[in-house]
Nanobody
Framework: QVQLVESGGGLVQPGGSLRLSCVAS????????MGWYRQAPGKERELVAT???????NYADSAKGRFTISGDNAKNTVFLQMNSLKPEDTAVYYC??????????????WGKGTLVTVSS
């Protein structure tokens, strides 16, 4: 099976920074894109940022200018550098992979989530 291992979450003060990491492993043939989503209490899960295998990126408006997504294709790893964090960034952050376990079959995979809390 495909497994996503997330790390980097924790408690940080407003204005601080965190770097999230996600490593994909298991029976995966190829990865089309990787990304980060988040879900705050009482809210729906929302996109934060995505990056394709070719390096194209997409950001939510709330993340632009503060967050940077990057990846290492050779290691099947994606990062999310978060700067100037605000209390409203508090959420569970989920790693997402769009990949193929076999040719011509694409599926979405999710990590278990890592909690980011921005508070003084």
């Amino acid at each position: 099976q495909v497994q996503l291992v997330e790390s980097g979450g924790g408690l940080v003060q407003p204005g601080g920074s965190l770097r999230l990491s996600c490593v994909a492993s298991g029976s995966i043939f190829s990865i089309n894109s990787m990304g980060w989503y988040r879900q705050a209490p009482g809210k729906e899960r929302e996109l934060v940022a995505t990056i394709t295998h070719s390096g194209n990126t997409n950001y939510a408006d709330s993340a632009k200018g503060r967050f940077t997504i990057s990846g290492d294709n050779a290691k099947n790893t994606v990062f999310l550098q978060m700067n100037s964090l605000k209390p409203e960034d508090t959420a569970v952050y989920y790693c997402n992979v769009m990949g193929n376990v076999r040719a011509f079959v694409s599926e979405a995979y999710w990590g278990k989530g890592t909690l980011v809390t921005v508070s003084s």
